[in-house]
């Protein structure tokens, strides 16, 4: 039977925010040696702001126009921030055909014009040539028709907690701070130096944040726990390999907070420590 102070621990982290799914869980948090982060609506807000549009051979509202059309029907952070940029209405009957690619971007068919919307990835799967924005920020390059038109710059910004929150897991002794991304490499290294995150992972495809999280377990002994903890969009995988699969209760989509073990209601990345705090009292009113 579950020791009734398990309930208490439980009841006492769901008045603090933080939705524990089980007791076995609460215990797991007692031994936390690792702590892996997703970085978009995670560590940061998920609220882009465009920053910069470099139009190639058209105008920079055709640009917009562009993208605009391709992200209309995707629910991705990048998404909502280019269509709150775009100030103009899209009328969705002139899309034919959508596709949304995880972690690379979009394609589309609009007024029988080929569109895709995406990262390099993207640009390099569908063999269009590019040039490379110089600007740090995540950015979205644009294709019409197999030809390159630019690339528009997007900014996300840290969560106010999220410096505390890595601040109190390493004076509770957490062992490794790590960060997942499948965003480019120099918006991962500013926000992980940032942070004061260790070690930092860039341009993962979903599966490849599960394969980082496998080696992240080499080595490790059975009572060394890894929490990863992620907004969701398409998270759910590393979620459920993790030991303590963390999800945003705010932001996060409804598959992510199936998959996780705990649930985070406010956002707050600090509540991570707050529930590791909780489960080590816990354990002293136990035994
Ligand atoms: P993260 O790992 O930071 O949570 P995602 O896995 O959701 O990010 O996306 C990884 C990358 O894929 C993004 O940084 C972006 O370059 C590209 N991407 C994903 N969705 C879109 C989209 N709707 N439009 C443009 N690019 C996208
Ligand atoms: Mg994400």
Redesign the pocket.
């Known amino acids: 039977s579950i020791p009734l102070s398990f309930f208490s621990g439980i009841g006492f982290a769901s008045k603090n925010g933080i939705l524990i799914k089980g007791s076995n869980y609460l215990e797991a948090l007692r031994n936390v040696d690792t702590v892996v982060f ?4 995670t560590l940061t807000k998920g609220v882009f702001n465009v920053t910069k549009v470099n139009a190639v051979g058209i105008s920079e509202e055709k640009l917009l126009e562009y993208a605009a059309f391709a ?1 209309a029907n ?1 629910n ?1 952070p ?2 909502k921030s280019i269509l709150s940029y775009y100030d103009k209405k899209v009328d969705l009957d002139k899309i034919t055909s959508y596709e ?1 690619i ?5 394609k589309i068919n609009y007024n029988n014009e080929l569109i895709l ?3 390099e990835k993207l640009m390099k799967k569908e063999n269009i040539f590019y040039s490379k924005a110089k600007e740090v920020g ?1 950015v ?1 390059y644009i294709a019409v028709n197999q030809i390159y038109r630019g690339y528009i710059v997007i900014s996300d910004e840290v969560k106010e907690d999220s410096k505390k929150a890595i601040k109190n897991l390493k004076l509770l002794g957490i062992k490794d701070v790590v960060m ?4 480019n490499e120099k918006v991962a290294t500013a926000i992980a130096k940032e942070l004061g995150v260790d070690k930092v992972y860039s341009n ?1 495809l ?1 599966n490849e944040k599960v394969d980082k999280l496998e080696k992240i377990y080499e080595g490790k002994s059975e009572k060394e726990k890894v929490i990863f903890v992620g ?1 969701g ?2 998270d759910a995988p590393v979620l459920a390999r993790a030991d303590i699969g963390i999800a945003m209760g705010g932001l996060g989509s409804d598959a992510a907070i199936e998959a996780a073990d705990v649930v985070l209601m406010t956002d707050e990345p600090s509540k991570i420590s707050k529930a590791i705090e909780i489960a080590n009292k816990t354990n002293k009113i136990v035994w």
């Open positions: 997703d970085k978009t609506g992200e995707s991705h990048i998404a949304e995880a972690a690379y971007g979009i919307a995406g990262n995540t979205v997942l991304t499948g965003d993962l979903p907004d969009i398409n």
